[in-house]
């Protein structure tokens, strides 16, 4: 039996609305600008738990940035999904080999408004390789909110960021793909 051109098409446009409904559901669709945050604050049980942080609550949609603090421009950001579909944009992240690059953690809360980070603030950012990735593929230094790498070996691994208070951690993100070129 054979089909006709008119159902094979119709399908193909289906499948392909599908396809693009569900990239535009998860908010994972986008030029290099980052999408805009909500302007309300969510009501107190919609606040995904992983996202309390003793007192203080992350924002829903993009807790975590790292920027460029001399451009301000955004290198790469968590897009919160929850835990175990959460992801970074704009990755990997790269970093030269032989070279330093600085870049500044901004923590946004529900309203926000930046979390001050720092050794002297309430929250503490420390950075950390996974176990797949080699130890010496970059030297990470982290001064308050700014994270100074250095890429020391070429190739590719992930790092991930967590955000400490009293010396706990309070939230972890997921790992960020970094290259050393």
């Known amino acids: 039996m054979r089909e006709n051109e008119g ?4 399908r193909r446009v289906l499948r392909a609305a599908a396809g693009v409904g569900t990239l535009a559901l ?13 302007t309300e604050s969510p009501d ?18 993009f807790p975590i940035r790292l920027r460029d603090p001399d451009e301000e421009a955004v290198v790469t950001e968590v897009h919160w999904h929850g835990e175990g579909w959460s992801h970074w944009h704009f990755q990997p992240l790269e970093i030269s080999l032989e070279d330093t690059r600085t870049l500044q953690v901004v923590a946004l809360d529900q309203d926000l408004e930046p979390i001050p980070l720092g050794e ?3 929250y503490q950012v420390v950075v950390r390789r996974t176990e797949e990735t080699a130890a010496d593929l970059l030297e990470v230094g982290v001064a308050d909110d700014r994270i100074e790498f250095r890429g020391t070996t070429a190739g590719e691994g992930q790092l991930v960021f967590e955000l400490r208070h009293d010396g706990e951690r309070a939230w972890l993100s997921p790992p960020l793909e970094t290259a050393v070129e």
């Open 26 to 38: 998860a908010g994972c669709v986008g030029g290099d600008e980052p999408p805009e945050e909500p």
């Open 7 to 10: 159902s094979r098409s119709r």
């Open 120 to 122: 002297d603030d309430a």
């Open 44 to 61: 107190a049980e919609d606040i995904d738990p992983d996202l309390r942080l003793n007192g203080r609550v992350l924002a829903s949609s």
